[in-house]
């Protein structure tokens, strides 16, 4: 079974920066996006930034600026570079690969991240 393994996640202080990446346990066939997903506490699960195969990005409104994603296709790795880090950037965050066979994709585990003083 393909598990994905997230690092990255912490406390940080508001205007600090983390860097979370994920990479996969195992060999992934067909791979098309890889992204980051959010879920805070009594709120849905948001998408944060994904990245096609192409290289092509999108981001949620509230961290355009702010985070870039990135991958690795050699490596079918994934990172999210968060700088300016404010309060409401807490959550759960979640890295996800979709494929050609699976449209949910996998999922990784989840990794906390806080932004306090």
């Known amino acids: 079974q393909v598990q994905l393994v997230e690092s990255g996640g912490g406390l940080v202080q508001p205007g600090g920066s983390l860097r979370l990446s994920c990479a996969a346990s195992g060999t992934i066939f067909g791979i098309t996006t890889m992204g980051w997903h959010r879920q805070a506490p009594g709120k849905q699960r948001e998408l944060v930034a994904a990245i096609s195969s192409g290289g092509s990005t999108n981001y949620a409104d509230s961290v355009k600026g702010r985070f870039t994603i990135s991958r690795d296709n050699a490596k079918n790795t994934v990172s999210l570079q968060m700088n300016s880090l404010k309060p409401e950037d807490t959550a759960v965050y979640y890295c996800?690969?979709?494929?050609?066979?699976?449209?949910?994709?996998?999922w990784g585990q989840g990794t906390q991240v806080t932004v306090s003083s």
């Open positions: 996800n690969f979709r494929t050609v066979l699976k449209a949910s994709g996998f």
